[in-house]
């Protein structure tokens, strides 16, 4: 009987999932940046895809990805790191740790690939400013670093030019799910706060 009149109080003394530190104003405008860069990287992805993936069959939204996993696990091209909504077992540093990770893995294939292919670099770039952004976001939140992110060797496995072109279609289309998911976790950890009354 005690034990039923001890389990709500013990409920409600549980520790809950930090609250995430939008109000921050550091911390939203590294996220409105990231924001605005992740839009233009959306934009561009269809762009870069038709100028440097010509292989037939290899079309942006094309319903063939699913063919194409074994090759790609050849490829050692791997998943991109899960984003979840934070809880208990979903803290805000693993949040931003897989952020981090995730651009870190698609700066470097993109790497290896624009040795191969023209027309990756300005996303590079982009990459390499959202890092910096989202490094921004960790820094002024004070969170745990849990970025590493496993090196990839995608080079020694490129022998052919079907392997570049399969290459450089996974990892785009990969990189625009990605960062889908990053917009709509930014924007649950950094929601866009309402214009005030007659603001212009």
Known sequence: MLLCFLLPALVQSAPLASAPPGASPAFREAADRAKLLLEKILRDVP?????????????????????????TVSLGIGPSPVLKPLSQH????????????????YQGLLGVLSDRLSGLTGL???????????????????LARTDEAAASDLASR????????????????????????????????????????GAH
């Open 47 to 71: 762009a870069v895809h038709a100028a440097a993936v010509t292989a037939e069959g290899l079309a942006l939204d094309s319903s063939q990805a699913s063919g194409l996993q074994m090759m």
């Open 90 to 105: 979903f803290t805000m540093d693993m949040l931003v740790g897989r952020m981090l990770a995730g651009c870190r893995q």
């Open 158 to 197: 490129l022998h052919g030019d079907y392997e570049v072109q399969v290459a450089a279609h996974v990892t785009l289309t990969q990189l625009r799910s990605f960062c889908r998911d990053l917009i709509r976790s930014l924007r649950t950890v950094a929601p866009q706060r309402p214009r005030a009354a």
């Open 124 to 142: 590079n770039a982009d990459l390499r400013d959202l890092l910096a952004h989202i490094a921004k976001l960790q820094e002024v939140a004070e």
